[in-house]
């Protein structure tokens, strides 16, 4: 398939998925008023609260998340040169969590929980990067530090659950699970950065395809490799440490959404990154109706639906693919 | 004038010296030509050149230029190098992986131009590689995968290019197309050539110059006349060869004689 036509059938399958989202949630709504509440935003009423003031905002907060964890997701891949690279897998988002589970457990909240996400997502990014430099890590190494990592922080967010009050112990469990329901006060203003960041990267769209032929070929095509590796490393732990904060650990999207934009739009970044940020946006929004509607009125955290239907779609996905299809 | 020069190249790994004060020029427009055994310090030296690891003692200049001085972007455009062993890369077309050799003469936010496309087709028809431009380079057989490289190194337009045994993956069909193509591109003056080439004959019939390296030094340096002789090849390879005259060429063309 031709790439423009890939990409939009992308947008077009992001935008069902605002779409449905819009007129599915937690609270039902019958269509015919959420599209009369859509038509005319000043009606106001129950409807129009329900659908500007809950669902529509909801909607844009998992599509800004799911488009930049996919992002990041893709960096990874390409830098570390590791189809299993992704935030969570290389411990990034387990360090994001630790630092969450402090500020949570400290009852710090918004821009405090966040800098502390980001110190998390940075430590881990130092410790493997560290380790990459000082002892010229191969890059099967680096996952393996990454995974030791996340082992050692989740080790430590359970011994501060073990020691805190239960009651703190189950919002930090629920929140860790990842979900789009309660957003921490910021969260907008914080989407509202990293949302241009996560697009930015597309910049580096050639660099990335270099970095992802690995260090010498970038050389001798005239690439600062570690400049390059430095700078989207650091935007890539930020962006992901601002989605932590906002919605928890959801697991996944990173390592999913990318497998499955390069087996559509193939492995140059010029599209690859716009194809995962548009799959990751439709695919995090579908999720989080699916997480409303599944037994309802409860809630499932979103992290449950995107980790099962991720996993499994994942495991068909590498049954089908043929090996030279895959990094 | 060299359009490559290495004076009294001195480098090695931990504490031991490989190569000890290489010296040799490379002429403008020619082929050139690096032979000799299994650790005679060949790829060591190919790192020098291609300005990827500093000789510890000793310059390489690029026309004029020390390497090191010149930054690794505009070095680029002017040098592509073709190291001998590259992993397979990701899926990318034939047409994306050539396309990526432009990279050192791209803006971050230009798109590719006119200019750019024409010469990675000019590099992908030159190297037979433009029929097969939308498959996978991880799908291709190690001799296409070869091309493809090769193609990539050409889509930088450069001046001079530096390779490793580049036709160590291809049948000799192909060896022959791919150092024939070496050699009119240099013809043309447009293109230096330094190769590292394991096959002494392929070496005397391509090569305008060699080097003859051992245990780290020049043991001969000339024509192929002059460097392909009997007494060198048994110095240096430690076995006995005749070396005769090709009639039509009259470059030199070595038999080997198998002993036992």
């Known amino acids: 398939m031709n790439r423009a036509a890939v990409l939009a059938l992308l947008l077009f399958f992001t935008l069902a998925s605002v779409v449905v989202a819009l007129f599915t949630g937690g609270t039902p709504l019958p269509p015919a008023e959420t599209l009369r509440a859509l038509l005319d935003p000043s009606a106001g009423g129950m409807a129009g609260t329900l659908v500007w003031e809950l669902r529509l905002p909801r909607v844009i907060t998992a599509g800004t998340v799911g488009a930049s964890l996919a992002a990041c997701g893709v960096v990874f891949q390409a830098i570390l040169r590791n189809p299993l690279a992704e935030p969570y897998t290389l411990g990034v988002s387990g360090g994001g969590a630790l630092g969450a589970v402090i500020a949570i457990l400290l009852g710090l909240g918004g821009l405090p929980m966040a800098a502390l996400c980001f110190a998390g997502c940075c430590l881990s990014v130092g410790v493997v990067l560290g380790a990459a430099y000082a002892r010229n890590f191969t890059n099967s190494m680096l996952i393996l530090t990454g995974v030791i990592l996340s082992f050692i922080f989740s080790s430590a967010v359970m011994f501060i659950f073990s020691v805190a009050s239960s009651r703190d112990v189950h919002a930090a469990i629920l929140w860790l699970m990842g979900s789009l329901s309660s957003p921490p006060e910021g969260s907008g203003a914080m989407l509202a950065a990293i949302l241009p960041l996560a697009l930015g990267l597309t910049l580096f769209a050639r660099d990335l395809n270099l970095l992802s032929l690995g260090d010498e070929t970038s050389y001798h095509l005239g690439l600062d490799a570690r400049k390059a590796k430095a700078l989207l490393l650091l935007a890539a732990s930020l962006i992901t440490g601002v989605c932590v904060a906002v919605s928890g650990v959801i697991a996944f999207i990173g390592l999913v959404i990318p497998h499955f934009s390069r087996r559509l739009a193939g492995a140059d970044h010029r599209f690859l990154l716009p194809a995962s940020m548009l799959a990751g946006a439709g695919f995090l929004i579908l999720c989080d109706s699916l997480s409303q509607a599944v037994i309802r009125p409860l809630e499932l955290p979103v992290g449950v639906i995107t980790g099962i239907v991720g996993g499994v779609f994942f495991v068909l996905y590498l049954l089908r693919a043929r090996p030279e299809e895959v990094i | ?260």
């Open chain 2, 1 to 260: 004038m060299d359009v490559l020069r290495a004076e009294g190249i001195t480098l090695g790994y931990g504490k031991t010296p490989v190569l000890r004060d290489v010296t040799f020029g490379v002429p403008g427009g020619s082929v050139f030509g690096i032979i000799g055994p299994n650790g005679a310090g060949k790829t060591t030296l190919f790192k020098a050149l291609s300005r990827l690891v500093k000789p510890w003692k000793g310059t390489v200049s690029y026309r004029g230029a020390d390497v090191w001085g010149i930054p690794r972007r505009q070095f680029a455009r002017k040098v592509a190098v073709i190291p001998q062993f590259r992993s397979v890369p990701p899926p990318f077309t034939v047409s994306e992986f050539v396309s990526m050799g432009r990279y050192p003469h791209a803006g971050r936010l230009s798109r590719q131009g006119r200019e750019d496309e024409r010469v990675v087709a000019e590099a992908m028809e030159l190297l037979d590689v433009a029929g097969f431009g939308h498959k996978l380079v991880s799908s291709l057989s190690g001799g296409e995968m070869q091309r493809v490289f090769l193609a990539q190194g050409l889509a930088q337009s450069p001046e001079l290019i530096l390779m490793d045994e580049p036709t160590a993956h291809l049948d000799i069909g192909q060896k022959i197309r791919a150092l024939d193509l070496m050699k009119s591109l240099s013809r043309g003056g447009r293109l230096t050539t330094l190769v590292i080439l394991h096959d002494l004959n392929l070496a005397g019939m391509y090569c305008d110059r060699l080097i003859m390296m051992h245990r780290g030094v020049i043991h001969a340096e000339g024509t192929p006349e002059e460097v392909l002789t009997g007494k060198h090849i048994a110095e240096v390879y430690g076995m006995p060869v005749r070396v005769g005259l090709d009639a039509a060429t009259s470059k030199p063309h070595i038999f080997f004689l198998p002993q036992g």
